[in-house]
């Protein structure tokens, strides 16, 4: 007897039954759980690469925090209130998710900032500095030394939106580039009266992380001991932090138990991260609950399957067939099955991560087409977990 005819001999003593509807019933529940949990899993890991992947998402709000002390009713006019002690930034550093902080330097001088030409503004101008690296970017010109009458300054990409989409327009004064900005001179007047200098200030670049006009801290220094305010405190009332993860909830309870202000835009992510970890968790037990149902009644389906065979069993191993070679026959027509629905999930879900990167590259961010790995581990586990219950259930319904 060929081996193509033994085989169709055995599936048509092996395989009757009447009950194919609970079949599909079982391996529809098993697709759309697995395709669930994958989904669940590939939900999670977006969510991790659009804060910290490897393809940094700047466009997110990236981990750098600009903190200050909030002021209330209690604190509105008190002296020093609102300004951090040693004490407080060494707590800070020591807080969740923080790996560095750096203080904001301001000026406790006056400046005052005159612009001719086509743009006769003139204004006070506040000034900040920041460590070095903390800046968004480096620009080569971002040095001063007393003596030097040239300033570079980084200025805040929302001033010039406000001055290209609100001042301008009402004013009737030129609309700016980036590079026609950097190539206006402005003069800055430092001091008050005869005891006063005028330096020649120039962008040099802009900053989307911090919201002012930055100068070297050298140049702050510099101001503060020579034009700075008497008893004008030196104490930061600013302070620049670098998170691991700002979404994390630990982190966030850290700032509002301490009553630390920041742009609540800047801390969304906390809220979309709670969020996210309910849909991800209420996904994954809802898909292994189905999983749990699909397969035990696929397996209900298989013992249903080899009891109504039992007489064709008992006459098969009366003849010479063993125990293990039925069991592997019995294998290789359901093992296919769980293979198959674990192919279309994996379809499904691999169809969604595509779908998703698309979505949000027309945001300015950035996700990988295919699955990472924690998705394929879950879909190797899964398999293995389907495959070796299947394969028991048989070998066990075989031998009894």
């Given at each position: 007897?060929?081996?193509?005819?033994?085989?169709?001999?055995?599936?048509?003593?092996?395989?009757?039954?009447?009950?194919?509807?609970?079949?599909?019933?079982?391996?529809?529940?098993?697709?759309?759980?697995?395709?669930?949990?994958?989904?669940?899993?590939?939900?999670?890991?977006?969510?991790?690469?659009?804060?910290?992947?490897?393809?940094?998402?700047?466009?997110?709000?990236?981990?750098?925090?600009?903190?200050?002390?909030?002021?209330?009713?209690?604190?509105?006019?008190?002296?020093?209130?609102?300004?951090?002690?040693?004490?407080?930034?060494?707590?800070?550093?020591?807080?969740?998710?923080?790996q560095?902080?750096?203080?904001?330097?301001?000026?406790?001088?006056?400046?005052?900032?005159?612009?001719?030409?086509?743009?006769?503004?003139?204004?006070?101008?506040?000034?900040?500095?920041?460590?070095?690296?903390?800046?968004?970017?480096?620009?080569e010109?971002w040095?001063?030394?007393?003596?030097?009458?040239?300033?570079?300054?980084?200025?805040s990409?929302?001033?010039?939106?406000?001055?290209?989409?609100?001042?301008?327009p009402?004013?009737?004064?030129?609309?700016?580039?980036?590079?026609?900005?950097?190539?206006?001179?402005?003069?800055?007047?430092?001091?008050?009266?005869?005891?006063?200098?005028?330096?020649?200030?120039?962008?040099?670049?802009?900053?989307?992380?911090?919201?002012?006009?930055?100068?070297?801290?050298s140049?702050?220094?510099?101001?503060?001991?020579?034009?700075?305010?008497?008893?004008?405190?030196?104490a930061p009332?600013?302070?620049?932090?670098?998170?691991?993860?700002?979404?994390?909830t630990?982190?966030?309870?850290?700032?509002?138990?301490?009553?630390?202000?920041?742009?609540?835009?800047?801390?969304?992510?906390?809220?979309?991260?709670?969020?996210?970890?309910?849909?991800?968790?209420?996904?994954?037990?809802?898909?292994?609950?189905?999983?749990?149902?699909?397969?035990?009644?696929?397996?209900?389906?298989?013992e249903?399957?080899?009891?109504?065979?039992?007489?064709?069993?008992?006459?098969?191993?009366?003849?010479?067939?063993?125990?293990?070679?039925?069991?592997?026959?019995?294998?290789?027509?359901?093992?296919?099955?769980?293979?198959?629905?674990?192919?279309?999930?994996?379809?499904?879900?691999?169809?969604?991560?595509?779908?998703?990167?698309?979505v949000?590259?027309?945001?300015?961010?950035?996700?990988?087409?295919?699955?990472?790995?924690?998705?394929?581990?879950?879909?190797?586990?899964?398999?293995?977990?389907?495959?070796?219950?299947?394969?028991?259930?048989?070998?066990?319904?075989?031998?009894?």
């Open positions: 007897m060929s081996d193509k005819t033994q085989m169709n001999m055995l599936k048509r003593l092996l395989m009757r039954t009447q009950h194919k509807s609970r079949l599909v019933a079982a391996l529809l529940a098993l697709c759309i759980g697995t395709t669930l949990l994958l989904l669940s899993v590939m939900i999670w890991w977006n969510f991790r690469e659009l804060l910290y992947g490897k393809n940094q998402n700047d466009t997110l709000g990236s981990t750098f925090l600009i903190i200050g002390k909030r002021v209330t009713e209690q604190n509105m006019g008190v002296a020093n209130a609102t300004v951090f002690q040693p004490a407080d930034i060494d707590s800070l550093k020591q807080a969740p998710q923080v560095d902080v750096g203080v904001i330097s301001s000026n406790h001088f006056p400046v005052y900032a005159m612009m001719g030409g086509k743009l006769p503004l003139a204004t006070d101008l506040p000034l900040e500095s920041v460590p070095d690296n903390f800046l968004d970017k480096m620009p010109e040095k001063w030394e007393p003596g030097s009458r040239s300033l570079p300054i980084i200025v990409s929302q001033f010039l939106d406000i001055y290209n989409y609100v001042f301008a009402s004013q009737g004064l030129p609309q700016l580039s980036e590079t026609s900005v950097k190539s206006i001179a402005l003069n800055l007047k430092v001091g008050e009266g005869d005891h006063s200098e005028v330096f020649l200030a120039h962008v040099v670049g802009f900053s989307d992380r911090i919201g002012s006009v930055l100068a070297p801290q140049f702050i220094d510099y101001g503060n001991k020579t034009y700075g305010k008497p008893g004008a405190t030196t009332s600013q302070l620049i932090l670098k998170a691991k993860d700002p979404s994390d630990k982190f966030a309870d850290y700032l509002q138990r301490r009553d630390y202000a920041t742009n609540s835009q800047n801390l969304r992510w906390s809220k979309i991260r709670a969020i996210v970890e309910v849909v991800t968790s209420a996904t994954g037990i809802l898909a292994l609950l189905l999983m749990g149902i699909g397969t035990l009644v696929f397996i209900l389906f298989i249903l399957t080899i009891a109504h065979a039992q007489h064709s069993l008992t006459l098969l191993l009366q003849i010479g067939y063993s125990p293990h070679y039925l069991s592997k026959f019995m294998i290789s027509r359901f093992l296919p099955m769980v293979f198959g629905t674990v192919i279309v999930s994996m379809i499904i879900t691999i169809i969604a991560q595509a779908t998703a990167a698309t949000v590259k027309s945001q300015g961010l950035v996700l990988p087409i295919m699955p990472g790995w924690p998705v394929w581990a879950a879909l190797a586990v899964s398999t293995a977990v389907l495959a070796t219950l299947v394969t028991r259930s048989i070998s066990g319904a075989i031998k009894r």
